[in-house]
């Protein structure tokens, strides 16, 4: 079966201080993986997305991730946390389906804080 | 280029009383998909139309649970009798062509917060 686990539930940093948000994934094909991010009240935004080409991806707003295929892992990273990254971060893979409808499996999220 | 618009944005209703959601997709996306988002989780699929065709509605609980996407743009959820459990925020999501599915972005709505009393 194809899942996806964030591996924090709450990630709490100061402000300019760097962002770690961990997700592994397992699948037995190769998925499509993205970040999407949750404000309060609004909906997801997508932030970055990998889809076999280059493992370090860039996303909007600073953040990137990793595509690490030996770990199955695809953390999502930003040099330095701002005020405005407090939000609920989802971890996505995206796999074909019976009718290749690439579903997407959300992990439980986790919820950044950032402290000024 | 306008986004995914949903309505309303709240609804409180009874146990036992019917409720429906209407989602409008980007322009020109063939693909729209139905999730339930209870708190504290991540979003689950419940429904995904490839035009005004149904691709998957495996999750969808049909007995109290129904969708549908006439002329293959809008589509409305509804949910007829609700029950308790049914307190989510129900989003709507689209993406352009099914035939791209498995790289395909998704790009969602506000939701609806849905409260069953």
């Known amino acids: 079966a194809q899942s996806v686990t964030q591996l924090d539930s709450h990630v709490s940093v100061s402000e300019g201080t760097p962002v770690l948000l961990r997700c592994n994934y397992s699948?037995?094909?190769?998925?499509?993986l993205f970040w999407y991010v949750q404000h309060p009240n609004k909906g997801l935004q997508l932030l970055l997305k990998?889809?076999?080409?280059?493992?370090l991806v860039k996303g909007i707003n600073g953040f990137e991730a990793e595509f690490k295929k030996s770990e199955t892992s695809f953390h999502l990273t930003k040099p330095s946390a701002h005020m405005s990254d407090a939000a609920e971060y989802f971890c996505v893979v995206n796999l074909p389906g019976s009718s290749n409808t690439g579903k997407l499996i959300f992990g439980q999220g986790t919820t950044l804080q950032v402290k000024p | 280029e306008a986004g995914v618009a949903q309505s309303p944005r709240y609804k409180i209703i009874e146990k036992r009383q019917s409720v429906a959601f209407w989602c409008n997709p980007i322009s020109g996306h063939a693909t729209l998909y139905w999730y339930q988002q209870i708190l504290g989780q991540g979003p689950k699929l419940l429904i995904q139309?490839?035009?005004?065709?149904?691709?998957?509605d495996s999750q969808l609980p049909k007995d109290r649970f129904s969708a549908e996407r006439l002329k293959g743009v809008d589509s409305t959820l509804k949910i007829q009798p609700a029950k308790l459990e049914d307190s989510a925020v129900y989003l709507c999501?689209?993406?352009?062509?099914?035939?791209?599915?498995?790289?395909?972005?998704?790009?969602f709505g506000p939701g609806t917060r849905l409260t069953v009393l």
């Open positions: 999501a689209s993406s352009l062509d099914r035939a791209r599915g498995f790289t395909d972005t998704q790009y």
């Open positions: 139309f490839q035009n005004n065709g149904v691709v998957d």
């Open positions: 699948s037995s094909y190769s998925p499509s």
């Open positions: 990998y889809t076999s080409a280059a493992t």
